[in-house]
């Protein structure tokens, strides 16, 4: 299978950190890929911890940045935040939601628990009778900017790992315990079908 028929989707909540950096990193090194997140809005640190800056999916990376720069360029620059979306639009346009999407994926990695269970749950709500397996997978990534990073790299070792596999849907049950011998991190995997 070429990398351009192996479809990756990456997904964390928002679509902003742990995915953007993950899709950034895979496409470098051309793979097929698209990030998305799952949750109602996409939320990123406020000023204060219940006060965060909430925006629709599909409100563009440049608005986003705009809109913190009239509100505080200083204060959003050394918390990380307009580094990250400088990084983001210059990737793609703007956030998705994984929900509303159509296209079908060879693998799906997930970035937290909640997340994965976002995931599973659309599939259950998604009326399918075909027999196109996807793989999901969970990795843990913690959501700030040194954790996005390492788990990019690992994400892109893992899914390297996978394309690579002759016969992934018989292997992929050996691959996973391998993987996660090798990076000493626990992922929690299913298989569903389009």
């Not at 909540?13 to 890929?33: C, I, T």
């Not at 986003?64 to 935040?81: E, M, Q, S, V």
């Amino acid at each position: 299978m070429s990398k351009s028929d192996f479809k990756v989707a990456v997904i964390c909540s928002s679509n902003m950190n742990r995915s953007m950096e993950a899709h950034g990193v895979l496409r470098k090194n051309g793979f097929n890929v698209k990030s998305f997140g799952t949750g109602e809005k996409v939320r990123l640190p406020g000023k204060a911890p219940n006060k965060p800056n909430v925006y629709d999916f599909g409100c563009s990376y440049e608005d986003i940045y705009k809109d913190l720069c009239k509100k505080d360029k200083a204060f959003y620059t050394r918390n990380g935040l307009l580094n990250m979306l400088d990084r983001n639009r210059r990737i793609k346009k703007h956030p998705e939601k994984f929900q509303l999407s159509n296209e079908r994926f060879t693998v799906i990695i997930t970035c937290e628990d909640r997340v994965y269970d976002q995931v599973l749950e659309h599939f259950t709500t998604v009326l399918s009778f075909g027999n196109e397996p996807v793989h999901i997978i969970n990795i843990d990534i913690k959501d700030n900017s040194e954790e996005a990073t390492i788990g990019a790299f690992v994400i892109h070792d893992l899914v390297t790992w996978l394309y690579r596999s002759e016969d992934l849907d018989h292997e992929i049950d050996r691959l996973i315990v391998q993987y996660e011998r090798k990076c000493k991190r626990q992922l929690i995997y299913s298989i569903l079908f389009y």
